[in-house]
């Protein structure tokens, strides 16, 4: 079938809207016609290859939409269900069998690499092969997802919200209550107030976290961050962070989550902590990125970690997600703007911008 996209021709390039051919869907594959898609910080990433994808590629990997064809194989995903796209793994290697698939073996290949798992091409212009990104590409009115990619949600939430589930907010709530799991009380500072950031901000609040604290250089996301659920608030560009919180605090905090992918930042996070203090790493930056530490701040019993994606199982973990939403325990569609596929380069200098915390490319209708 024929439909439109946004495509990533080289490096650097402005996104293009086009035509682009799409293959049916092969077994465990399914076919879904896209609602909204929300556009992240790693597709940005990957259009400037500071993460090397394939290119032209369409990218896009906060995919919610509707079912509209299964491939042979698929029995528990049928015609007409609303579903959010997340990430790729390939269901047999320890870290899928052991479920976490989010350490699968072959994640990069599969969400990075630019194809399926077997090694083709569902996207075509003209005679050329269109890479695929995180087993969705979602910058498009459909696409072609394997079925672990896909998690089925209720109808009874607006689908075009639900994209940066598959993502972004699990992936910052989950550092959260997936990784860390805090008792209540305790204390947790988030750097950087994205999607990413506020998301670990409402998954602290839904934690009983007792002091929750913000940093940004930015006012007015230090505003809303307040709203879901900060207790405190730092601005960077005027204040000594690590001083600031353990004016706070007195000792330092017990945990800390770095969500703005800059260095110095990971170095403030790590040395902020109280003793048994853990730093969570949930922001990429461009490969080879190096960060300084202080062996000292480490050696007295505190922790640095990497994290991937929510670090829980997405058909579980995001329908709970959906659940606090509709109880007002987790009020993510306060970050989201909505754009048209056509208005997707505008959407990503407004996110550049910061003016803009969450885009969303409405693409159709349920």
Same mark, same amino acid.
């Given at each position: 079938m024929?439909a439109?996209?946004?495509v990533?021709?080289?490096k650097?390039?402005?996104f293009?809207?086009t035509?682009?051919?799409?293959?049916?869907?092969?077994p465990?594959e399914?076919l879904?016609?896209?609602?909204?898609?929300?556009?992240?910080?790693?597709?940005?990433?990957?259009?400037?290859?500071?993460?090397?994808?394939?290119?032209?590629?369409?990218?896009?990997?906060?995919?919610?939409?509707?079912?509209?064809?299964?491939?042979?194989?698929?029995?528990?995903?049928?015609?007409?269900?609303?579903?959010?796209?997340?990430?790729?793994?390939c269901?047999?290697?320890?870290g899928?069998?052991?479920?976490?698939?989010?350490?699968?073996?072959?994640?990069?290949?599969?969400?990075?690499?630019?194809?399926m798992?077997?090694?083709?091409?569902? =996207?075509?212009?003209?005679?050329?092969? *269109?890479?695929?990104?995180?087993?969705?590409?979602?910058?498009?009115?459909?696409?072609?997802?394997?079925?672990?990619?896909?998690?089925?949600?209720?109808k009874?939430?607006?689908?075009?919200?639900l994209?940066p589930?598959?993502?972004?907010?699990?992936?910052?709530?989950?550092?959260v209550?997936?990784?860390?799991?805090?008792?209540?009380?305790?204390?947790?500072?988030?750097?950087?107030t994205?999607?990413v950031g506020?998301?670990?901000?409402?998954?602290?609040?839904?934690?009983h976290?007792g002091?929750?604290?913000?940093?940004?250089?930015?006012?007015?996301? =230090?505003?809303?961050?307040?709203?879901m659920? #900060?207790?405190?608030?730092?601005?960077?560009?005027?204040?000594?962070?690590?001083?600031?919180?353990?004016?706070?605090?007195?000792?330092g905090?017990?945990? #800390?989550?770095?969500?703005?992918?800059?260095?110095?930042?990971?170095?403030?996070?790590?040395?902020?902590? #109280?003793? *048994?203090?853990?730093?969570?790493q949930?922001?990429?930056? #461009?490969?080879?990125?190096?960060v300084?530490?202080?062996?000292?701040?480490i050696?007295?019993e505190?922790?640095?970690?990497?994290f &991937?994606?929510?670090?829980?199982?997405?058909? &579980?973990?995001?329908?709970?997600?959906?659940?606090?939403?509709?109880?007002?325990?987790?009020?993510?569609?306060?970050?989201i703007?909505?754009?048209?596929?056509?208005?997707?380069n505008?959407?990503?200098q407004?996110?550049k911008?910061?003016?803009?915390?969450?885009?969303? =490319?409405?693409l159709?209708?349920?």
């Open positions: 024929k439109k996209a946004a990533t021709f080289g650097g390039e402005p293009r809207i035509d682009i051919k799409i293959d049916d869907p092969k465990g399914v879904v016609r896209l609602v909204g898609t929300g556009i992240c910080h790693t597709d940005l990433l990957a259009q400037s290859q500071a993460y090397p994808v394939p290119l032209p590629a369409v990218l896009g990997h906060e995919g919610a939409g509707v079912i509209e064809k299964v491939g042979l194989g698929v029995t528990h995903i049928e015609v007409g269900d609303h579903v959010v796209l997340t990430y790729s793994s269901g047999t290697c320890g899928c069998l052991s479920g976490k698939a989010y350490a699968c073996e072959h994640f990069y290949d599969l969400n990075f690499g630019g194809k798992k077997d090694g083709t091409c569902r =996207l075509h212009k003209d005679d050329q092969d *269109l890479s695929n990104f995180f087993g969705q590409s979602s910058f498009a009115y459909y696409s072609v997802a394997s079925v672990r990619n896909v998690v089925k949600v209720p009874d939430v607006p689908l075009e919200m994209g589930l598959g993502c972004g907010v699990q992936t910052g709530s989950g550092a209550l997936n990784k860390l799991k805090p008792s209540p009380g305790t204390s947790i500072v988030v750097f950087g994205g999607t506020l998301s670990a901000i409402m998954g602290a609040n839904v934690a976290c002091i929750i604290i913000a940093v940004d250089i930015q006012e007015s996301r =230090l505003e809303l961050a307040k709203e659920g #900060a207790t405190h608030t730092i601005n960077a560009k005027d204040q000594n962070v690590v001083e600031e919180i353990m004016k706070i605090t007195k000792n905090v017990n945990y #800390a989550i770095e969500s703005s992918g800059r260095p110095e930042n990971s170095r403030f996070a790590v040395d902020s902590l #109280a003793v *048994l203090g853990t730093t969570v949930v922001a990429g930056a #461009a490969l080879g990125t190096e300084s530490l202080d062996i000292n701040t050696l007295f505190r922790n640095y970690k990497g &991937l994606m929510g670090e829980g199982v997405p058909q &579980l973990y995001i329908p709970m997600l959906i659940e606090l939403y509709k109880q007002g325990k987790f009020p993510f569609d306060k970050l703007n909505y754009y048209t596929l056509e208005q997707i505008d959407a990503i407004d996110t911008n910061g003016t803009t915390i969450k885009a969303i =490319l409405k159709g209708e349920v």
